[in-house]
């Protein structure tokens, strides 16, 4: 999700998605349709061609049903809806906030952590239980390798990060050296 830009309307049309995911208890089959309307839409040139004059109704949702095989009418009338309001841009941002709401719902909060080298399964297993015991969630770690750390980590879940990197620190310990509190 780094560098996603995440609009204002995705947010609405998501949590719309989810009240209608949840009174037909069909979370997992819009998570489907909205990981195609995400795989459409996530680079200009698709957007652009679908929304072309000469795209027809018929040939988009052959489209769409070839890219999310079985979807439900209600779900195909999404797409035709931001089709016709020329909205299809929005695909990522709704993506992006359907299963921000998803996981709410589910009680799962996502993590990433940043470290100077790949962390082994076990210790990513370790972090990610440590980390579910201090927020009472199911914790879902994404790790990624930042070799600008030097060593030890970054961790960012939902709005907070906490910075444990060497890198970090040794900035934290030149300061103190400099003003002369060590």
């Known amino acids: 999700m780094a560098g996603l830009a995440r609009d204002v309307a995705g947010r609405r049309y ?3 998605i989810m009240e209608i995911a949840r009174a037909n208890a069909s979370f997992a089959h819009w998570q489907e349709a909205i990981d ?3 795989a459409l839409t996530s680079q200009r040139p ?3 061609a679908l929304q ?3 795209m027809t109704d018929e040939r988009f949702g052959a489209i769409v049903e070839q890219v ?9 009338n999404l797409f035709r809806l931001l089709r016709r309001k020329g909205r299809l841009a929005l695909g990522p941002s709704i993506a992006s906030y359907y299963r921000e709401l998803w996981d709410q719902e589910r009680g799962i909060e996502r993590a990433v952590v940043r470290t100077a080298v790949p962390l082994e399964e076990s210790a990513r ?4 239980q440590r980390l579910s015991a201090e927020t009472g969630k199911q914790v879902e770690l ?11 980590a970054v961790i960012r879940i939902g709005d907070r990060m906490v910075d444990g990197s060497t890198r970090t620190r040794l900035q934290l310990l030149r300061g103190r050296l400099q003003q002369g509190m060590v």
């Open 36 to 38: 195609g309307l995400d």
């Open 14 to 16: 998501a949590g719309a």
């Open 52 to 54: 072309a004059d000469g």
């Open 46 to 48: 698709f957007v652009t």
């Open 125 to 128: 297993a370790a972090m990610a």
């Open 142 to 152: 994404e790790a990624e390798v930042d070799a600008s750390l030097i060593g030890g």
């Open 68 to 76: 999310v095989p079985g979807i439900a009418p209600v779900e195909l």
